[in-house]
């Protein structure tokens, strides 16, 4: 079964840090572009961060570039994203997606982030 599971996510003060987590299974990240997006309540989705799967190049939104950073550790099949001085604004549902093919998405159950001002 392919499935993406993220976790690390919870509530944090302003400008505190999380790492973000995205374990995958039944298939093999290296291959994919790897992405985080995240969802805040009325507002739309907005892509955080990707990795490609060769070289491993990163972009990230003007939101959140050089505050998050997304890795990859491919011996563990996992996605991460380490956020720091993190903002009230950026409180929102994280979710990992992998594009496995130009019509095809794989994406995780989403882990909630709270930071408090």
């Known amino acids: 079964q392919v499935q993406l599971v993220e976790s690390g996510g919870g509530l944090v003060q302003a400008g505190g840090s999380l790492r973000l987590s995205c374990a995958a299974s039944?298939?093999?990240?290296?291959?994919?572009?790897m992405r985080w997006y995240r969802q805040a309540p009325g507002k739309e989705r907005e892509l955080v961060a990707q990795i490609t799967s060769n070289y491993m190049i990163t972009t990230y939104a003007a939101s959140v570039k050089g505050r998050f950073t997304i890795s990859r550790d491919n011996a563990k099949n996992t996605v991460y994203l380490q956020m720091n001085s993190l903002k009230p604004e950026d409180t929102a549902i994280y979710s990992c997606?992998?594009?496995?093919?130009?019509?095809?998405?794989?994406w995780g159950q989403g882990t909630q982030v709270t930071v408090s001002s």
């Open positions: 039944g298939l093999t990240i290296r291959q994919y572009v």
């Open positions: 997606n992998a594009q496995i093919s130009s019509v095809q998405d794989i």
